[in-house]
Structure formats: structure tokens, C-alpha cells
């Protein structure tokens, strides 16, 4: 009697989310009891929703209550430790909020330990013991717990489906296999079972192989972002380094232009003023002059008038005059001139490139193709704006600019200062390059892109490609029939753009060029063709 008395009282003083005896007691509003962390984790478990409910009656608590210690029910859980009794292994076996309860129990209900496919029913251990000991159940099919249960039941006949159909990939039950899917390939589902395990294992074996394949990617990608931004950090420390040089030189050369500008002030200060004095020296011996002939010509004594006349009336010539006469007004506009030249060439350097079609189409240039240079396969046309290649050899005269080897042929025109073409292509096998004019015109090194001196743009199929003096550079992009390239010649740079709606810059060059460039073209395949744009 004392034992169920504890045992009782072990129930009641128990926590209904944990099972076990209180620890640190509360009661909430409704009136149940649990562990204070107990609620206090289910609760947090509802914080979004920002509604808590009792985990037994489900009533609903807005906002989340305050929770405070039932130092009563404390007191009560202690006592009962006292008495040295501790609760009976099966209280563990009573149904937690996540467990499958016995649909046999009544009152508190124990966890269930497996389900029956005959009765639809999971039992606790000892309600399942009929179906070890009764030859009635011997033909009951148990499985593990499943919370539902009805799913394994054939919604036609009301039988469990233990068959899998192979032909339409589903599980049936036995009347199923000999009705609708008679003829079909069925298994028993453990044998699919097993065989779909195996797979199982070889796509559990792909999937970590591509788990490691991808991690694998994933590092190198990691290094990836470390190289860029180790090789950006290196490019501005790089760059400041170089801008602090280039600030040092012009300064310096700003100083030295000072020290030469006040050098030659002083130089052209100390010539003017000395021809200064000379001048006031002669001023003032022409003035002496000037009273002496104003004396003589009050003599009265004819003898002695005629005597000084010949000494006094005779004026010496100024050595300087011409200096005064042609010395000019401005004495350091060379100086000036230089200086506005270089900071035109800085200005150039750094102007930004045009970014709307619009802006490029103010710097748009004529671009003919030279007969002289082209092909014997290519065919101009178009006034010398089109190059087709032709199956057979075109009747050009002989000339030493003609390439011999490579399908390709360069402009007439020169191209320097900022200049902007376009050309369409019929087909993606072409280059569009630059070059300069003494480019070889037989071998490999006279193909465009293939030496240091031209640069050129491949499309191939579905790629780009940057390629100068051999080195290939791959390029990503929209792709589209029309290309423009942009030309700054002082400022060195170059640059492919993809031409449709917008412009999509594919790659830009920054060098430095020291000869005129020529716009090159080059069609790979028979009846390719390419075409420079009229622009207006």
C-alpha cells in the first residue's frame, strides 16, 4: 500500500514533458506543473509564433507568462526524495509529446514499441505480448512504430500492401497483383526493399563522393577568393606605390621647372638692368652734351665756335639698340608650352572610356578593307566593307602586303587617337584584332594574335578569346552577332565590347602603343563572311 502510496505520488510530481520528478517546480496559469527549463525549452521552441500553450490541455498563453518557482510542490519533490524510493523503470515508459502512445491503454498511456498492419493498432510492450503468445496473431504482420499506420493500407481493398509493382513503380496489396496489375512485374516489397537498398548504398556513395567533390571545389574557390583578394590588395599597394613615384616626379619636375623659370628671371633681370645703366650713362653724357652745345652756341668768338664745333656736334651710335628693338614681350611661354603639353598627355591617360553607345559613337571612324592586304580567298565586296571567304582563289594582283597564308586583311585607314568601329559577323568563327602595319604576312607569326605585334579577339562557337603574342586569354560574355572596339590610342588602352541592347564590355587591353594600328579581320569557314558596320 505504501509503495502504490509513492508511486502515486511520483506520478503527480512528475513533470509531463520530461517524465521524470520535478526539478525546480512551476505552475502555469491553467493549472499544470513541469520543470521550469522543461517549459521554458518548449516555449522557446514557440517563439516565433509568439504563442504558448500548455503541452497537456493546449490552452493558449499571449504573452509568454512569467514563470515562478512552486516552492511548495519543491518542497513535496524533496520529501519524496527522502524517503530513498525512486520511480520504477516503467515511468520512463510512459508517452512523451514525441512518442507513439498504445492505442490499448487507458488512463496515462505507455509508448507504444511496434505497430500491427492486421489491426492498424501499436501496442506498449505489454499489450503486444497477445501477439507473441496467441496462435491468433501468428499471421499479424509487426513492424516497427509507424504513426501512420493507414498509410501501409490499400485504399481499394482494404488490405496491407506488402507487394511492390515494378511497372508503375507502387505499392499494392495481393488483390491489387491479381486485379489491375496482373500482368505487371510485382516483388514482394522487402525484396524491392533490399534491391532499392542496394542502390541506395551506391547513390548514398555518389552523393558523398560529390559531397567531397564538391567541398573539394568549394576549398578551391575559397583559395580562389583568397587569391583575388591577396592579388588586389598587392595591386593597390602596387598602384599607391607607383602613384606616390609618379607624385614625387612631378613634383620634383615642378620644382625643377621653378628652379629654371627663376634662373633665367634672373639671368634676363641682370641683363635688362645693366643694359639699364648703360642707358642712364648715356643719358647723362648726352646730356652734358646737350649744355655744352648750348654753350657753344652762345659763343660769340667766331675763331673758337668754329674750333669745338668739330669735337662737340659729332654723336657716337648706342651699341644696344637692336637688344631693346627685338628683345620679345614673353620670355617663358616655351615653358609654358611644355608644361600644358604634359598635362594634356596626363589628362589623356586618364579620361574615362565612354560608357553608353551614344558616347561611343561620337569617336565612330570609317574603316575600309585594303585589297592589298587581303587573301586570295577573300572576297571585299560591299565597297570594300565585306570579306566572305570563296572557294576559289580571287584574281588580286601580286603585292607585298598580301597575306599569303591566313584568311585575313587589314584596313586602309590608320588608326590613332581615340577611335571607336563595329563589325557584324554571319558566323561565330572570326577574329577582330588591331595590329600593326609591319606584322609578317606568311607563317604562323603573321596570324593575328600570334606575335607582339597585334591583339586580337577570337570568337569561336560559343567562346571568346583574348589572344596576344601567343598568349591566350579565355573570355566570358553574352554572345552576339555585332562587336565594337574601342581605340585610346595615347592612353594605351583597347577595348572588345559585345554590341545588342547594351554594351557589354568582354575585355579590355591597357599597354602602350608605339606605332599606328590597323584594324585586322580574319573569317575562318567557306561562305563565313564579316562585315564592318556603317555607323552614323
Given at each position: 500500500?505504501?509503495?502504490?502510496?509513492?508511486?502515486?505520488?511520483?506520478?503527480?510530481?512528475?513533470?509531463?514533458?520530461?517524465?521524470?520528478?520535478?526539478?525546480?517546480?512551476?505552475?502555469?496559469?491553467?493549472?499544470?506543473?513541469?520543470?521550469?527549463?522543461?517549459?521554458?525549452?518548449?516555449?522557446?521552441?514557440?517563439?516565433?509564433?509568439?504563442?504558448?500553450?500548455?503541452?497537456?490541455?493546449?490552452?493558449?498563453?499571449?504573452?509568454?507568462?512569467?514563470?515562478?518557482?512552486?516552492?511548495?510542490?519543491?518542497?513535496?519533490?524533496?520529501d519524496l526524495k527522502k524517503t530513498g524510493l525512486q520511480a520504477a523503470p516503467a515511468d520512463h515508459c510512459y508517452v512523451g509529446l514525441e512518442d507513439v502512445a498504445?492505442?490499448?491503454?487507458?488512463?496515462?498511456?505507455?509508448?507504444?514499441?511496434?505497430?500491427?498492419?492486421?489491426?492498424?493498432?501499436?501496442?506498449?510492450?505489454?499489450?503486444?505480448?497477445?501477439?507473441?503468445?496467441?496462435?491468433?496473431?501468428?499471421?499479424?504482420?509487426?513492424v516497427n512504430l509507424s504513426k501512420e499506420l493507414q498509410e501501409n493500407i490499400c485504399s481499394h481493398h482494404d488490405e496491407v500492401m506488402d507487394l511492390f509493382c515494378?511497372?508503375?513503380?507502387?505499392?499494392?496489396?495481393?488483390?491489387?497483383?491479381?486485379?489491375?496489375?496482373?500482368?505487371?512485374?510485382?516483388?514482394?516489397?522487402?525484396?524491392?526493399?533490399?534491391?532499392?537498398?542496394?542502390?541506395?548504398?551506391?547513390?548514398?556513395?555518389?552523393?558523398?563522393?560529390?559531397?567531397?567533390?564538391?567541398?573539394?571545389?568549394?576549398?578551391?574557390?575559397?583559395?580562389?577568393?583568397?587569391?583575388?583578394?591577396?592579388?588586389?590588395?598587392?595591386?593597390?599597394?602596387?598602384?599607391?606605390?607607383?602613384?606616390?613615384?609618379?607624385?614625387?616626379?612631378?613634383?620634383?619636375?615642378?620644382?625643377?621647372?621653378?628652379?629654371?623659370?627663376?634662373?633665367?628671371?634672373?639671368?634676363?633681370?641682370?641683363?635688362?638692368?645693366?643694359?639699364?645703366?648703360?642707358?642712364?650713362?648715356?643719358?647723362?653724357?648726352?646730356?652734358?652734351?646737350?649744355?655744352?652745345?648750348?654753350?657753344?652756341?652762345?659763343?660769340?668768338?667766331?675763331?673758337?665756335?668754329?674750333?669745338?664745333?668739330?669735337?662737340?656736334?659729332?654723336?657716337?651710335?648706342?651699341?644696344?639698340?637692336?637688344?631693346?628693338?627685338?628683345?620679345?614681350?614673353?620670355?617663358?611661354?616655351?615653358?609654358?608650352?611644355?608644361?600644358?603639353?604634359?598635362?594634356?598627355?596626363?589628362?589623356?591617360?586618364?579620361?574615362?572610356?565612354?560608357?553608353?553607345?551614344?558616347?561611343?559613337?561620337?569617336?565612330?571612324?570609317?574603316?575600309?578593307?585594303?585589297?592589298?592586304?587581303?587573301?586570295?580567298?577573300?572576297?571585299?565586296?560591299?565597297?570594300?566593307?565585306?570579306?566572305?571567304?570563296?572557294?576559289?582563289?580571287?584574281?588580286?594582283?601580286?603585292?607585298?602586303?598580301?597575306?599569303?597564308?591566313?584568311?585575313?586583311?587589314?584596313?586602309?585607314?590608320?588608326?590613332?587617337?581615340?577611335?571607336?568601329?563595329?563589325?557584324?559577323?554571319?558566323?561565330?568563327?572570326?577574329?577582330?584584332?588591331?595590329?600593326?602595319?609591319?606584322?609578317?604576312?606568311?607563317?604562323?607569326?603573321?596570324?593575328?594574335?600570334?606575335?607582339?605585334?597585334?591583339?586580337?579577339?577570337?570568337?569561336?562557337?560559343?567562346?571568346?578569346?583574348?589572344?596576344?603574342?601567343?598568349?591566350?586569354?579565355?573570355?566570358?560574355?553574352?554572345?552576339?552577332?555585332?562587336?565594337?572596339?574601342?581605340?585610346?590610342?595615347?592612353?594605351?588602352?583597347?577595348?572588345?565590347?559585345?554590341?545588342?541592347?547594351?554594351?557589354?564590355?568582354?575585355?579590355?587591353?591597357?599597354?602602350?602603343?608605339?606605332?599606328p594600328l590597323y584594324a585586322g579581320f580574319s573569317v575562318y569557314g567557306y561562305d563565313y563572311s564579316l562585315e564592318v558596320c556603317e555607323l552614323k
Amino acid at each position: 500500500m505504501a509503495q502504490h502510496t509513492v508511486k502515486l505520488d511520483q506520478e503527480r510530481l512528475s513533470c509531463l514533458i520530461c517524465l521524470d520528478l520535478l526539478k525546480d517546480p512551476v505552475t502555469i496559469h491553467c493549472g499544470h506543473n513541469y520543470c521550469m527549463n522543461c517549459i521554458k525549452s518548449h516555449w522557446d521552441g514557440e517563439y516565433q509564433k509568439k504563442i504558448y500553450r500548455c503541452p497537456q490541455c493546449r490552452q493558449t498563453f499571449t504573452p509568454r507568462p512569467v514563470l515562478v518557482k512552486n516552492t511548495m510542490l519543491a518542497d513535496l519533490v524533496e520529501d519524496l526524495k527522502k524517503t530513498g524510493l525512486q520511480a520504477a523503470p516503467a515511468d520512463h515508459c510512459y508517452v512523451g509529446l514525441e512518442d507513439v502512445a498504445c492505442d490499448v491503454c487507458t488512463g496515462r498511456k505507455l509508448k507504444a514499441v511496434m505497430s500491427c498492419l492486421q489491426c492498424l493498432v501499436s501496442y506498449c510492450e505489454q499489450h503486444l505480448q497477445p501477439h507473441y503468445e496467441s496462435p491468433a496473431f501468428e499471421k499479424h504482420k509487426l513492424v516497427n512504430l509507424s504513426k501512420e499506420l493507414q498509410e501501409n493500407i490499400c485504399s481499394h481493398h482494404d488490405e496491407v500492401m506488402d507487394l511492390f509493382c515494378r511497372t508503375d513503380q507502387k505499392c499494392i496489396c495481393y488483390l491489387c497483383s491479381m486485379d489491375e496489375h496482373k500482368e505487371h512485374d510485382t516483388v514482394s516489397a522487402a525484396a524491392e526493399r533490399n534491391e532499392k537498398q542496394r542502390e541506395l548504398k551506391d547513390s548514398q556513395q555518389k552523393v558523398q563522393q560529390r559531397i567531397q567533390d564538391r567541398e573539394k571545389d568549394v576549398e578551391m574557390l575559397q583559395q580562389e577568393i583568397e587569391n583575388i583578394n591577396n592579388s588586389a590588395d598587392k595591386a593597390v599597394r602596387d598602384s599607391e606605390k607607383i602613384f606616390n613615384e609618379l607624385i614625387h616626379l612631378i613634383e620634383k619636375r615642378s620644382s625643377d621647372v621653378k628652379q629654371q623659370i627663376r634662373s633665367r628671371q634672373k639671368t634676363e633681370v641682370s641683363r635688362v638692368k645693366e643694359l639699364q645703366e648703360k642707358l642712364q650713362q648715356e643719358i647723362t653724357d648726352l646730356k652734358k652734351k646737350d649744355t655744352e652745345l648750348k654753350k657753344l652756341s652762345h659763343t660769340k668768338d667766331h675763331i673758337k665756335f668754329l674750333h669745338n664745333y668739330s669735337s662737340l656736334s659729332q654723336l657716337s651710335e648706342f651699341t644696344y639698340s637692336s637688344s631693346i628693338k627685338h628683345r620679345p614681350l614673353q620670355y617663358f611661354d616655351s615653358v609654358i608650352m611644355a608644361v600644358s603639353e604634359l598635362r594634356d598627355k596626363l589628362l589623356d591617360i586618364f579620361r574615362e572610356e565612354p560608357k553608353t553607345r551614344d558616347e561611343f559613337l561620337k569617336y565612330s571612324v570609317q574603316i575600309t578593307l585594303d585589297p592589298n592586304t587581303a587573301h586570295i580567298w577573300l572576297l571585299l565586296s560591299e565597297g570594300n566593307k565585306k570579306a566572305t571567304v570563296m572557294m576559289k582563289e580571287q584574281s588580286y594582283p601580286h603585292h607585298c602586303d598580301r597575306f599569303t597564308e591566313q584568311r585575313q586583311v587589314l584596313s586602309r585607314e590608320s588608326l590613332t587617337g581615340r577611335c571607336y568601329w563595329e563589325v557584324e559577323k554571319e558566323h561565330h568563327g572570326a577574329i577582330v584584332a588591331v595590329t600593326y602595319k609591319d606584322i609578317s604576312r606568311t607563317g604562323n607569326e603573321s596570324t593575328l594574335g600570334s606575335n607582339d605585334r597585334s591583339w586580337a579577339l577570337e570568337c569561336d562557337g560559343d567562346e571568346y578569346k583574348l589572344i596576344h603574342n601567343k598568349v591566350i586569354t579565355s573570355i566570358s560574355g553574352p554572345k552576339s552577332s555585332r562587336l565594337g572596339v574601342y581605340l585610346d590610342y595615347s592612353a594605351g588602352i583597347l577595348s572588345f565590347y559585345n554590341v545588342s541592347d547594351t554594351m557589354t564590355l568582354l575585355h579590355r587591353v591597357q599597354t602602350t602603343f608605339n606605332q599606328p594600328l590597323y584594324a585586322g579581320f580574319s573569317v575562318y569557314g567557306y561562305d563565313y563572311s564579316l562585315e564592318v558596320c556603317e555607323l552614323k
